[in-house]
C-alpha cells in the first residue's frame, strides 16, 4: 500500500496537481532540457548614420539565428565603455567604434592588444551567397593600418560603413558668384580672397578631429606616396624632411583664413555651428564625410542652397588630388564571452541583405563587391561616391600600431598632431613649434 501511495503521489507530482520540488529550482527551464537563447552584447558610437540600420540588421540576425541581440549606442561610448573594459566585467562581445574616434578607446585597445584576431572570419561564408567574407569585401580593406594595425598579415578590425571624406561646400554659392572650383593650393588661396573681400571665409572645420581625413589627404599630396607611407609608420626622418614641413606650413598659410568664431565652436557642443557656416554662406568649405548632409538635414539654410563635394586641392599643378576614404571598425574584445557569435555576426553584415539594411536605413556604405546596386545616379550619395571616377585617388588614413609611451598623444582628435591644429588658427602656436611638437613626440614613440 505504501509503495502503490508513492506511486500516485509522483504521478500527481509531474502532473502538476500537488506541488513540485523540482519547481523550487530557479532554472526550471534548464531541468527541462531547453537551451538558453545566447545573448549577444554590441555596443558601439552612436553616430552620424544613426541607430536604424542597425536595429533592423539585427533584427534580421536574431530571427534567422534564433539569438538575442542586446545593442547599447551612445554618442559618448568611449567614455561609457573605458570603465567597463577596465573593470574586465560585462565586456561587450563586439564593439563599434572606429579608429581615430574621440577618446582614443579603439587605439587604446589596439595598443594593449585587448582586440581579437578574427582573420579566420574571412573564411566565412556569407549567409547563403556561396562566397566567404574575404571574396566579399572590396580588394585592400583589410589590408589596412586601420584593419590589420601590427601589419603581421591578420585582421584584427573588421571594416564596416566607408565613405569618401573631402571638403564640402554650397554650388551654388560659387555659381552665384561666378567663381570656379578650385583644383590647387594656389587656386584655393586666390579663392580665399575674393571671398574675404565680400565678407565671406574659406575654411572652416567642426573640430580637430576632422584633421585626420584632411591632414592625411595634404600629407599624402604634398610629400607622395612612399613617403606618406613611412609617416604613418613613425619614420622619424620622414617627419622631419621638408616636403613634410612644407604640409605643416600649407595648413598654417590655411589659417590665416578660418572663419573666426570656429576655434571656439570647435568642440562636442558647438561643432554643428561651425557646420552651419557653410549653409549660411559664411564660410566656403567645411572637410567632412558624406554623413553631413544627413547630420543637418533639419538645419536652417540659405535660399537655394545645394550640396557640393570636392576632394582635397593638388599641391600642384598637374599634381595628386586626394580624399580620403573614411572607413568605420568593429572589433571583438579578447575578453568577450560570445566571440564566436560576434564573428557570426560580423559575417552576416557583408550580406547583401545586411548592406541594403544598413544603406536604406541610415545611407551607411558597406565595403563589398557589388555595392554599386544600392547608390543609382539620381541618389544624392552618388555625388560623393562618384568622387573617385572624376580624377581624385583615395587617401588611406590609419597609423600603425606601436607601444604606448605615457604621456605621449599624438594622433587622437586631441592630440598633438591633430588637436594643435586650434593653437595655430588661434595663433597661440606657430607652424614650426608645432611641426618641432610633432617630431619631438614622433621620436620618443620610436624610443
Known amino acids: 500500500?505504501?509503495?502503490?501511495?508513492?506511486?500516485?503521489?509522483?504521478?500527481?507530482?509531474?502532473?502538476?496537481?500537488?506541488?513540485?520540488?523540482?519547481?523550487?529550482d530557479d532554472n526550471a527551464g534548464d531541468a527541462t532540457g531547453t537551451p538558453e537563447t545566447p545573448v549577444l552584447k554590441i555596443a558601439g558610437l552612436d553616430g552620424g548614420y544613426g541607430s536604424a540600420g542597425w536595429e533592423a540588421v539585427i533584427a534580421n540576425f536574431e530571427a534567422a539565428e534564433g539569438v538575442s541581440v542586446e545593442l547599447q549606442l551612445e554618442k559618448n561610448i568611449a567614455e561609457v565603455l573605458r570603465p567597463v573594459i577596465n573593470s574586465g566585467k560585462d565586456i561587450p562581445d563586439l564593439v563599434y567604434l572606429a579608429v581615430g574616434a574621440t577618446g582614443g578607446l579603439t587605439?587604446?585597445?589596439i595598443s594593449e592588444k585587448q582586440i581579437l584576431d578574427i582573420s579566420d572570419v574571412l573564411d566565412m561564408q556569407v549567409g547563403a551567397e556561396g562566397v566567404t567574407v574575404g571574396e566579399k569585401l572590396l580588394p585592400g580593406f583589410t589590408d589596412a593600418l586601420t584593419s590589420s594595425p601590427y601589419q603581421d598579415g591578420s585582421l584584427y578590425l573588421a571594416p564596416i560603413?566607408?565613405?569618401?571624406?573631402?571638403?564640402?561646400?554650397?554650388?551654388?554659392?560659387?555659381?552665384?558668384?561666378?567663381?570656379?572650383?578650385?583644383?590647387t593650393w594656389a587656386e584655393m588661396f586666390e579663392l580665399g580672397d575674393l571671398a574675404a573681400a565680400e565678407g565671406i571665409a574659406l575654411f572652416t572645420y567642426p573640430t580637430t578631429g576632422?584633421?585626420?581625413?584632411?591632414?592625411?589627404?595634404?600629407?599624402?599630396?604634398?610629400?607622395?606616396?612612399?613617403?606618406?607611407?613611412?609617416?604613418?609608420?613613425?619614420?622619424?626622418?620622414?617627419?622631419?624632411?621638408?616636403?613634410?614641413?612644407?604640409?605643416?606650413?600649407?595648413?598654417?598659410?590655411?589659417?590665416?583664413?578660418?572663419?573666426?568664431?570656429?576655434?571656439?565652436?570647435?568642440?562636442?557642443?558647438?561643432?554643428?555651428?561651425?557646420?552651419?557656416?557653410?549653409?549660411?554662406?559664411?564660410?566656403?568649405?567645411?572637410p567632412n564625410g558624406t554623413w553631413l548632409p544627413g547630420e543637418m538635414a533639419e538645419a536652417p539654410r540659405t535660399e537655394g542652397f545645394e550640396w557640393g563635394f570636392t576632394s582635397i586641392p593638388a599641391y600642384t599643378e598637374g599634381g595628386d588630388a586626394y580624399a580620403t576614404t573614411f572607413v568605420e571598425q568593429m572589433y571583438i574584445?579578447?575578453?568577450?564571452?560570445?566571440?564566436?557569435?560576434?564573428?557570426?555576426?560580423?559575417?552576416?553584415?557583408?550580406?547583401?541583405?545586411?548592406?541594403?539594411l544598413f544603406y536604406t536605413n541610415g545611407g551607411a556604405?558597406?565595403?563589398?563587391?557589388?555595392?554599386?546596386?544600392?547608390?543609382?545616379?539620381?541618389?544624392?550619395?552618388?555625388?560623393?561616391?562618384?568622387i573617385y571616377n572624376t580624377g581624385a585617388k583615395a587617401n588611406a588614413v590609419g597609423f600603425a600600431a606601436i607601444e604606448k609611451v605615457e604621456g605621449v598623444d599624438l594622433t587622437s582628435a586631441d592630440g598633438i598632431l591633430y588637436g594643435t591644429v586650434n593653437s595655430v588658427v588661434a595663433g597661440t602656436k606657430t607652424v614650426e613649434e608645432w611641426h618641432a611638437d610633432v617630431v619631438e613626440a614622433v621620436k620618443k614613440l620610436n624610443k
Open 333 to 356: 574584445p579578447t575578453s568577450a564571452e560570445n566571440a564566436d557569435l560576434a564573428k557570426k555576426f560580423i559575417a552576416y553584415c557583408y550580406s547583401d541583405e545586411a548592406a541594403a
Open 365 to 386: 556604405v558597406m565595403p563589398i563587391v557589388g555595392n554599386e546596386k544600392f547608390i543609382t545616379a539620381e541618389d544624392p550619395n552618388s555625388l560623393y561616391y562618384n
Open 210 to 286: 576632422y584633421f585626420d581625413a584632411f591632414f592625411s589627404a595634404v600629407l599624402n599630396s604634398v610629400v607622395g606616396p612612399e613617403q606618406y607611407a613611412k609617416l604613418m609608420t613613425y619614420d622619424v626622418a620622414a617627419w622631419e624632411s621638408e616636403s613634410t614641413k612644407e604640409a605643416f606650413a600649407l595648413v598654417g598659410k590655411l589659417a590665416g583664413y578660418v572663419e573666426e568664431n570656429t576655434v571656439a565652436n570647435a568642440n562636442g557642443e558647438g561643432f554643428t555651428k561651425n557646420q552651419l557656416l557653410i549653409l549660411d554662406n559664411k564660410a566656403i568649405f567645411c
Open 107 to 109: 587605439e587604446a585597445m
Open 161 to 183: 560603413n566607408y565613405g569618401p571624406c573631402g571638403l564640402f561646400y554650397d554650388a551654388n554659392l560659387l555659381a552665384t558668384k561666378g567663381w570656379e572650383l578650385p583644383t
Open 1 to 24: 500500500m505504501k509503495k502503490l501511495f508513492k506511486v500516485l503521489l509522483a504521478s500527481l507530482l509531474c502532473l502538476g496537481l500537488v506541488g513540485c520540488s523540482a519547481d523550487t
